[in-house]
């Protein structure tokens, strides 16, 4: 046989190899694609029967159909999201036949709150966060609503008595609301409710100066009860350690910054500064804050970074 | 669960698809579809299907989920609820002295 013969016999040889490989790689590349419908059909048959139709053709194979479409171009990628996805069904096939087959009434859902409870406890606390968006129009019950909470925190933070910061709080907002129609032509009809309510606080602190103090209230300049102190936590504690070395100024600036959630616009309008004043009091009240709680590591307690 | 539910309140009109609450809440089809089996049972979600052509979209119709009108205030209560009681514990605030400083 001549040189010519053998090429070509070997090249005859490499083409039917390459057929056959091809051949074989298209037939597994079939089976392949079968397999996450083979696998769904063996999830199908632990159904009962009557659920077959709806379950398996309704939902189930419109549902391969679409992930198996989603990887076209994909095969590996194609293979192991059908797969997954027909494993995942074929072992919890029996529970969503329970879930369809009972035909009692289904049970209210506790959403992993097994203790009734616990609903009402927890609908008597604030859950659901508190409204952001300031007052756009000019009805004084939009105003009240964002303005009561903060105007109350900040002066329970000025006060140290709930009681004392929500009456004078809604003192101010009574005389608000009797010269209304006044106050908005005002600017900022905010910080004349802010200002006078300090404006009641420090009256309320200079009577009670000039009241003789009884012995237990001795410690106490305002006569004003302070009846949580036992319950300070450490935090505060810290805190208000901290906190009594800052100025005066910076003090309120962050008062009212970060337990009043008021702007740094708001925050200087209402203390009469500038706005960079105000900037300024915030960090160098805030560097000494967290140089105070955390000396070592230079870093502030979460409630006080990224501020 | 809650994960499923909190997807349907994020807009009640939305129709939704298995498989695509699936990637949104990360669970797998064995735990997503019996969590859609049983909603649907209580009355909190409905099930429809997909408006198409099939002939002329090459596959056949998805299966659609929606959250009902009633279940709308109901699951945010419970989402609260459940909110509320994996909130960790607050502090309490540090008080400043109406004199200046801290008392």
């Known amino acids: ?307 | 669960m809650a994960s499923v539910i909190k997807v349907f309140l994020e807009d009640p009109d939305q129709p939704r698809y298995g498989f695509e609450l699936m990637g949104i809440t990360g669970q797998p089809s064995g735990t997503l579809y019996p969590i859609l089996a049983k909603l649907e049972r209580a009355g909190w979600l409905t099930g429809g299907k997909e408006a198409i052509d099939p002939r002329a979209e090459g596959r056949p119709p998805r299966r659609i989920y929606r959250i009902t009108g009633d279940a709308v205030p109901a699951a945010r209560v419970q989402l609260a609820a459940l909110s509320e009681r994996y909130r960790p514990p607050s502090r309490r605030l540090p008080l400043l002295d109406p004199q200046g400083g801290i008392l």
């Open chain 1, 1 to 307: 046989m001549t040189a010519w013969a053998w090429a070509a016999l070997c090249f005859i040889g490499a083409a039917l190899i390459s057929a056959v490989g091809d051949l074989v790689s298209e037939e597994i590349r079939g089976w392949l694609d079968l397999l996450p419908r083979c696998i769904l059909r063996l999830a199908a048959a632990r159904l009962d029967a009557d659920q077959r139709s709806t379950v398996y053709k309704d939902e189930w194979l419109p549902e391969l159909c679409h992930v198996l479409r989603g990887a076209e171009s994909r095969p590996i990628t194609r293979l192991i999201r059908g797969v997954t996805f027909a494993i995942g069904l074929l072992i919890a096939a029996r529970r969503i036949a329970r879930e369809i087959s009972r035909d009692v009434p289904a049970p209210p859902i506790p959403l992993a709150l097994p203790n009734p409870l616990a609903l009402p406890a927890a609908l008597a606390l604030p859950a659901l966060p508190r409204p952001v968006v300031k007052p756009a129009g000019k009805s004084f019950e939009s105003f009240y609503a964002y303005y009561y909470p903060r105007l109350t925190k900040f002066l329970q933070v000025q006060a140290r008595d709930v009681s004392v910061a929500e009456e004078i709080a809604q003192d101010a907002m009574l005389h608000a609301y009797d010269r209304w129609d006044d106050l908005l032509t005002y600017e900022r009809p905010d910080s004349w409710v802010f200002k006078m309510a300090i404006k009641m606080l420090r009256g309320l602190e200079a009577r009670a100066r000039l009241q003789p103090r009884s012995s237990e209230d001795s410690d106490n300049e305002l006569g004003i009860k302070t009846g949580t102190d036992e319950n300070l936590s450490d935090l505060r504690l810290d805190l208000a350690a901290a906190l009594k070395t800052l100025p005066r100024r910076q003090a309120e600036v962050i008062s009212l910054r970060f337990f009043s959630d008021l702007t740094l616009a708001e925050t200087a309008k209402l203390l009469g500064l500038t706005e960079s004043t105000a900037r300024y009091c915030q960090r160098a009240g805030l560097a000494k804050l967290r140089q105070k709680l955390d000396p070592g590591s230079g870093q502030a307690p979460s409630l006080l970074r990224g501020a």
